[in-house]
């Protein structure tokens, strides 16, 4: 299985600076099959990214994914203020579809 | 506008069964691909499985592989999970999640791009 491993655990930013989250593939994710997802207390995740840089339909330009290997980032520039959620990671090119165990924005 | 409403919160006791429907509408049901995902309270989520709507395959995760059956009915756009022989682990908000890519020949799942409000299960005696 294809351990994504999520870093760091929470991220302490104010609102209008740069935040950059990794996630670290145990093993190569064929076609860059990598998503991002924005998750808030009480609601169902929202995807973001797929295919590791695109970005999902609606989603702001702030967000950004990149990939290098095995390393994939998740960049939100100038945080809003509904920015500050948990985002997780999941690969969908190898069977299991894996997920990170996420990491938490929060308001320093 | 897609929308994929789930069935209501359930309370089940160790070693019954339980099954969440989720209502899909908006778009051509068959085309899309389901995904199954789930969230335990406080944790992250964990990936169950994914049905294709249009042949009916499945791929399902090793740790529910034999306690969970996913189909769908075409005729009403609804997708089900069951998961049996429940365990107080399997406690959590259940998710279904409509694959981004129109492919009835899809044999694999795709980021998702519209999810279900979620529902409860809960495994207590």
């Known amino acids: 299985d294809i351990v994504l491993t999520q870093s760091p655990g929470t991220l302490s930013l104010s609102p209008g600076e740069r935040a950059t989250l990794s996630c670290r593939a145990s093993?190569?994710?064929?076609?860059?099959?990598l998503a991002w997802y924005q998750q808030k207390p009480g609601q169902a995740p929202r995807l973001l990214i797929y295919?590791?840089?695109n970005r999902a339909t609606g989603i702001p330009d702030r967000f950004s994914g990149s990939a290098s290997g095995t390393d994939f980032t998740l960049t939100i520039n100038r945080l809003e203020p509904e920015d500050f959620a948990v985002y997780y990671c999941?690969?969908?090119?190898?069977?299991?579809?894996?997920f990170g165990h996420g990491t938490k924005v929060e308001i320093k | 506008q897609v929308q994929l409403v789930q069935s209501g919160a359930e309370v089940k006791e160790p070693g019954a069964s339980v099954t969440v429907s989720c209502k899909a509408s908006?778009?051509?049901?068959?085309?899309?691909?389901i995904n199954w995902v789930r969230q335990a309270p406080g944790q992250g989520l964990e990936w169950m499985g994914w049905?294709?709507?249009?042949?009916?395959?499945?791929k399902y995760a090793q740790n529910v592989q034999g306690r969970v059956t996913m189909t769908t009915d075409t005729s009403t756009s609804t997708a089900y999970m069951e998961l049996r022989s429940l365990r107080s682990d399997d406690t959590a908000v259940y998710y279904c999640?409509?694959?981004?890519?129109?492919?009835?020949?899809?044999?694999?799942?795709?980021?998702?791009?519209?999810w279900g409000q979620g529902t409860l299960v809960t495994v207590s005696s």
């Open positions: 999640a409509r694959d981004m890519v129109r492919n009835q020949l899809a044999v694999v799942p795709a980021a998702a791009d519209y």
């Open positions: 093993q190569s994710v064929r076609s860059s099959y």
């Open positions: 295919g590791a840089s």
């Open positions: 049905i294709s709507t249009y042949t009916g395959n499945t």
């Open positions: 908006g778009y051509t049901f068959n085309s899309y691909g």
């Open positions: 999941q690969q969908y090119g190898s069977s299991p579809f894996t």
